[in-house]
Nanobody, 122 residues
């Protein structure tokens, strides 16, 4: 499974961005998919994940502001980010693991994209 992110950029605080992650390979709907944010201070931390059937889970810091979704037919994962804050700045990675979703942590995911930069200025 190969993952390629797009949609990053620079935005002012309070603005919105939509990230996309395109996947290659088969049985896309049998993967748990996630988004992670990496910063020099905090390393790589989980932002949101979504099961093959569409059940989402969010980190507390983005609850109510971010929305994760997936299109299994197009093999695309999305992250809609609204009401962005400066602390949302970082490199965003999409990730996948075969089967069910478990913890939103980096060791739980075996497939990773190359990342896309998001910069939020205050």
């Amino acid at each position: 499974l190969q993952l390629v992110e797009s949609g990053g950029g620079s935005v002012q605080a309070g603005g919105s961005l939509r990230l996309s992650c395109s996947a290659s390979g088969n049985i896309f709907d049998q993967y748990c998919l996630g988004w992670f944010r990496q910063t020099p201070l905090n390393g790589r931390v989980g932002v949101a994940q979504i099961s093959g059937s569409g059940m989402p889970k969010y980190a507390e810091s983005v609850q109510g502001r971010f929305a994760i979704s997936r299109d299994n037919d197009k093999k695309i994962l999305y992250l809609q980010m609204d009401l962005l804050k400066s602390e949302d700045t970082g490199t965003y990675y999409c990730a996948a693991r075969g089967g069910k979703c478990y913890t939103l942590t980096t060791p739980a995911f075996g497939y990773w994209g190359q990342g896309t930069q998001v910069t939020v200025s205050s």
